[in-house]
């Protein structure tokens, strides 16, 4: 158990071991996401590999890198340029290149800057739903992909 997260991270390797046990789930598909600081953990502990495919971090105020190198994760972030609470040079400019320094060479890294503050407008959610449940590239987004 990785010190960082304590308890929290054997929780949800055990809740997900059950899900997956249980119902019939594409286990090439496991994603893990979320906004502000449940980006930051999402994109932390998921961009680590383990049972998540993808992680989806919308607005994160910081990454805390795992263990990267045998990641085989594809990462959705976002962030709205006109955050006051996580403003994008300091957290998710930074962030992407901290990823690209980090993960493997193959990682698929999709980034989406809008012109929002800190929320997921709508138009960028559904982006993410897409190209989570495509494994398509975004069309008409501002991005960075890798591979």
Do not use: C
């Amino acid at each position: 158990m990785n010190q960082r997260y304590g308890p929290d991270l054997l929780y949800l390797r055990s809740a997900l071991a059950t899900t997956l046990k249980h119902y019939n789930i594409n286990h090439s598909k496991v994603a893990l996401a979320g906004f502000s600081d449940g980006a930051t953990y999402a994109l932390s502990l998921g961009a680590s590999g383990g049972p998540f495919t993808y992680v989806i971090a919308f607005s994160p105020g910081g990454y805390v890198p795992l263990n990267t190198q045998a990641s085989k994760v594809k990462i959705f972030l976002s962030h709205g340029t006109k955050d006051p609470l996580f403003p994008i040079q300091y957290t998710s400019r930074p962030i992407l290149q901290q990823l690209q320094e980090t993960l493997p060479k193959s990682t698929e890294l999709q980034y989406v800057e809008h012109q929002g503050a800190h929320e997921v407008p709508a138009t960028v959610s559904k982006q993410a739903l897409e190209w989570f449940l495509e494994g398509a590239a975004i069309m008409g987004a501002t991005y960075s992909q890798r591979g």
